[in-house]
């Protein structure tokens, strides 16, 4: 089982990224999907996620600025993020279970001021 996560990068506040996660060696479309993200000194911290329905749920951080989808022909998961705040800035990982727990690498993203 493989989630590969890219996309992350610098950018300054207000504007945007999209990451992207690939995954392999589970069937992806049963999977409920999930972003989260670490800061320097803070615990892990669940972003967004997305049942194998496409219904999405958001941290309160984030709503109305981030966007989770999925798309189950390509085994893929997305996190659009706009309006970025020096405050998203973390190591951002996906994650997947069903009947087990998988995590991504993580990529790291950095808003500047």
């Known amino acids: 089982v493989q989630l590969q996560a890219f996309g992350g990068g610098l950018v300054q506040a207000g504007g945007s990224l999209r990451l992207s996660c690939a995954a392999s060696?589970?069937?992806?479309?049963?999977?409920?999907m999930d972003w989260y993200r670490q800061a320097p000194g803070k615990q892990r911290e669940l972003v967004a996620s997305?049942?194998?329905?496409?219904?999405?749920n958001y941290a309160d951080s984030v709503k109305g600025r981030f966007t989770i989808s999925r798309d189950n022909a390509r085994d893929t998961v997305y996190l659009q993020m706009n309006s970025l705040k020096p405050d998203d800035t973390a190591v951002y990982y996906c994650h997947g279970y069903l009947s087990g727990s998988y995590w991504g690498q993580g990529t790291l993203v950095t808003v500047s001021s």
């Open positions: 997305i049942t194998s329905g496409g219904n999405p």
């Open positions: 060696g589970i069937t992806f479309s049963r999977y409920i």
